[in-house]
């Protein structure tokens, strides 16, 4: 039996720094999973090895083997745009196209992945948005720039694009850290109704958010990861001293 | 209670008052340096301007015997050498600098980048001596037969392939206005945020499309600026074009036919130059030129400083990545 998404020994370099070290950790189907941990300690590093985009940074290498399904995702004959299809994400800072209207964000990946019908098209953004909670907001301006919109709105604006294309996993790196308190509200909100359709990883400064949201938390420290599991016990009864020094707020 | 700020009031120190000056002076000087060579072209025009007036630019005949001048040639002349020289260049230019910030690793992207560079360094004599010595020669035995064959039923593509002409005037002003437009297009190109490709390649897409989705939609203004730019550039080049491109004071179809620009004309008569009307008539076509370029110039600074404004306000807080 498979978890939907697993790594086994996952190191990550830029050049000759090592920013992640033997990295092993299992992401079931349907849960929201949370990695918590100070700055600088291979977070979001993580999860851009998870979707291969790691390696478009000039000088970096990942060793180790990440399995979707069961398959490695970095075999030499798998094609990395297919794996970024099935595994979304969704970026620290809201990044719509700026020359693209708000149909036009969300219906992309589906033409980059070769749709052309209108019908399926309009459908697919309609679905996209309700899901992302901005149908309502955007209906009657579909046409208008993506950019256009708030901030909070243009999140959930690149979790509708990023939903569009049916993936079964979604990454989110600190999604809500550039949004105002009402905005990080509505998107956590929205994770938790989430679920139910996409597995979804996610990386927070925030563990108050870790905590409210995710199923489990992982505790990264200095590209290591120190500790992993429910996320109710890890924050009630965290099992190694330094999770328990981070989360009661004595360093980092 | 409200505060007006009070420009005069604000140097209030008798250094800061000294150095404002010298700054003032400068600036000013070259605002009315400006305008002063637009009012002295205008004024020197003016025994043409009265003799001829619109038919100077509508009529062909250029006679300085009889003292009659028509530039519709020169003219057309410059307009159709900047027109090939952007069609050649702007895809080349795009290309390069594409290559040069998507795809080639980043030493390699700074040296290219800077040899790229280097070519708006070489003296346009220079140039027009290559294209005597190498390009032309190269235009009338190889590429002018094999067009003519290929596309000779067009009338751009007809008549005897003579190698100086308007064909090689806009070659060599592509190449040297290359290095304009890529440099240009590079730098708008590099102030394009990471995590906008990044949003393209995490959709699934693959480096083309990337690169047309984030980089090349997101600049499209910005590249017209420098396109703008380099015909700027391409209209008021005069050494090189006027080696290249014949010379004759006419209208002709044929880009293999030799042709006169308004930069070359001025360059070449303006010495032997006796009558008065003769060289109102050069200071006419220099006013011309003069009007063009700058209005041409206006344009691509509005381009370039929208191109660079992309995206919304709020996409600007957070770290970097």
């Given at each position: 039996?498979?978890?939907?998404?697993?790594?086994?020994?996952?190191?990550?370099?830029?050049?000759?720094?090592?920013?992640?070290?033997?990295?092993?950790?299992?992401?079931?189907?349907?849960?929201?999973?949370?990695?918590?941990?100070?700055?600088?300690?291979?977070?979001?590093?993580?999860?851009?090895?998870?979707?291969?985009?790691?390696?478009?940074?000039?000088?970096?290498?990942?060793?180790?083997?990440?399995?979707?399904?069961?398959?490695?995702?970095?075999?030499?004959?798998?094609?990395?745009?297919?794996?970024?299809?099935?595994?979304?994400?969704?970026?620290?800072?809201?990044?719509?196209?700026?020359?693209?209207?708000?149909?036009?964000?969300?219906?992309?990946?589906?033409?980059?992945?070769?749709?052309?019908?209108?019908?399926?098209?309009?459908?697919?953004?309609?679905?996209?948005?309700?899901?992302?909670?901005?149908?309502?907001?955007?209906?009657?301006?579909?046409?208008?720039?993506?950019?256009?919109?708030?901030?909070?709105?243009?999140?959930?604006?690149?979790?509708?694009?990023?939903?569009?294309?049916?993936?079964?996993?979604?990454?989110?790196?600190?999604?809500?850290?550039?949004?105002?308190?009402?905005?990080?509200?509505?998107?956590?909100?929205?994770?938790?109704?989430?679920?139910?359709?996409?597995?979804?990883?996610?990386?927070?400064?925030?563990?108050?958010?870790?905590?409210?949201?995710?199923?489990?938390?992982?505790?990264?420290?200095?590209?290591?990861?120190?500790?992993?599991?429910?996320?109710?016990?890890?924050?009630?009864?965290?099992?190694?001293?330094?999770?328990?020094?981070?989360?009661?707020?004595?360093?980092? | 209670?409200?505060?007006?700020?009070?420009?005069?009031?604000?140097?209030?120190?008798?250094?800061?008052?000294?150095?404002?000056?010298?700054?003032?002076?400068?600036?000013?000087?070259?605002?009315?340096?400006?305008?002063?060579?637009?009012?002295?072209?205008?004024?020197?025009?003016?025994?043409?301007?009265?003799?001829?007036?619109?038919?100077?630019?509508?009529?062909?005949?250029?006679?300085?015997?009889?003292?009659?001048?028509?530039?519709?040639?020169?003219?057309?002349?410059?307009?159709?050498?900047?027109?090939?020289?952007?069609?050649?260049?702007?895809?080349?230019?795009v290309?390069v600098a594409l290559f040069l910030t998507e795809i080639a690793?980043t030493?390699?992207g700074r040296?290219v980048g800077?040899?790229?560079?280097?070519?708006?360094?070489?003296?346009?004599?220079?140039?027009?001596?290559?294209?005597?010595?190498?390009?032309?020669?190269?235009?009338?035995?190889?590429?002018?037969?094999?067009?003519?064959?290929?596309?000779?039923?067009?009338?751009?593509?007809?008549?005897?392939?003579?190698?100086?002409?308007?064909?090689?005037?806009?070659?060599?002003?592509?190449?040297?206005?290359?290095?304009?437009?890529s440099?240009?297009s590079r730098e708008i190109f590099n102030a394009i945020?990471?995590?906008?490709r990044?949003?393209?390649?995490?959709?699934?897409?693959?480096?083309?499309?990337?690169m047309?989705?984030?980089v090349?939609?997101?600049a499209?203004?910005?590249?017209?600026?420098?396109?703008?730019?380099?015909?700027?550039?391409?209209?008021?080049?005069?050494?090189?074009?006027?080696?290249?491109?014949?010379?004759?004071?006419?209208?002709?179809?044929?880009?293999?036919?030799?042709?006169?620009?308004?930069?070359?004309?001025?360059?070449?008569?303006?010495?032997?130059?006796?009558?008065?009307?003769?060289?109102?008539?050069?200071?006419?076509?220099?006013?011309?030129?003069?009007?063009?370029?700058?209005?041409?110039?206006?344009?691509?600074?509005?381009?370039?400083?929208?191109?660079?404004?992309?995206?919304?306000?709020?996409?600007?807080?957070?770290?970097?990545?």
């Open positions: 039996m498979y978890s939907l998404l697993s790594t086994q020994n996952l190191s990550a370099s830029f050049g000759s720094t090592q920013v992640l070290k033997n990295i092993q950790m299992d992401f079931d189907e349907f849960t929201v999973s949370a990695i918590i941990g100070p700055s600088g300690c291979g977070k979001s590093t993580f999860i851009r090895c998870l979707n291969r985009l790691h390696e478009e940074v000039a000088e970096a290498s990942a060793t180790g083997k990440v399995l979707l399904q069961g398959h490695d995702i970095y075999a030499s004959d798998v094609d990395p745009v297919a794996i970024r299809r099935k595994i979304g994400m969704v970026f620290q800072k809201p990044n719509p196209f700026p020359s693209l209207s708000i149909f036009d964000n969300v219906a992309i990946g589906l033409k980059l992945a070769g749709v052309r019908r209108g019908a399926i098209l309009r459908e697919t953004v309609e679905r996209s948005l309700k899901l992302a909670a901005l149908w309502e907001e955007v209906k009657d301006k579909l046409n208008s720039q993506g950019t256009s919109l708030s901030g909070g709105q243009q999140q959930r604006l690149c979790i509708a694009r990023a939903l569009a294309v049916e993936p079964s996993v979604l990454l989110m790196d600190e999604p809500t850290s550039a949004l105002d308190p009402i905005s990080t509200a509505k998107i956590e909100e929205l994770m938790t109704e989430l679920k139910k359709t996409v597995t979804i990883v996610i990386v927070t400064h925030n563990m108050q958010q870790a905590a409210r949201i995710s199923d489990k938390t992982a505790f990264f420290l200095l590209g290591e990861m120190i500790e992993y599991g429910e996320t109710s016990e890890l924050f009630t009864a965290p099992k190694d001293q330094r999770t328990e020094r981070y989360i009661t707020g004595r360093f980092g | 209670m409200r505060f007006k700020l009070n420009r005069k009031k604000r140097e209030v120190h008798l250094g800061d008052r000294v150095f404002a000056f010298i700054l003032k002076v400068p600036s000013v000087a070259l605002v009315l340096l400006l305008v002063s060579i637009a009012y002295y072209l205008f004024r020197n025009a003016l025994p043409v301007i009265h003799k001829q007036g619109w038919s100077f630019v509508t009529t062909s005949v250029w006679d300085p015997v009889n003292d009659v001048y028509g530039a519709l040639p020169v003219v057309y002349g410059t307009v159709v050498s900047s027109f090939i020289a952007i069609l050649i260049s702007t895809p080349l230019s290309g690793p030493r390699v040296v800077f040899l790229v560079e280097m070519l708006a360094a070489i003296p346009s004599v220079v140039y027009g001596l290559w294209g005597i010595f190498v390009l032309a020669p190269w235009l009338r035995t190889t590429v002018e037969p094999f067009l003519a064959k290929t596309m000779g039923f067009l009338p751009f593509f007809q008549g005897a392939p003579y190698g100086v002409g308007m064909l090689a005037a806009g070659i060599i002003l592509a190449i040297m206005i290359t290095p304009t437009i440099s240009i945020p990471r995590v906008q990044e949003a393209a390649l995490a959709l699934g897409s693959t480096r083309w499309e990337m047309r989705l984030s090349l939609q997101s499209r203004r910005g590249i017209i600026g420098a396109v703008i730019l380099g015909l700027g550039r391409a209209l008021g080049e005069t050494m090189a074009v006027t080696m290249l491109i014949g010379n004759r004071h006419e209208v002709s179809a044929s880009l293999f036919a030799p042709g006169s620009t308004m930069a070359s004309i001025i360059a070449n008569e303006y010495a032997e130059a006796t009558s008065d009307v003769h060289v109102a008539a050069l200071v006419e076509v220099g006013l011309l030129l003069f009007a063009v370029t700058f209005v041409i110039n206006s344009l691509a600074r509005l381009f370039i400083s929208r191109g660079f404004r992309w995206g919304a306000p709020s996409n600007s807080p957070g770290g970097a990545k």
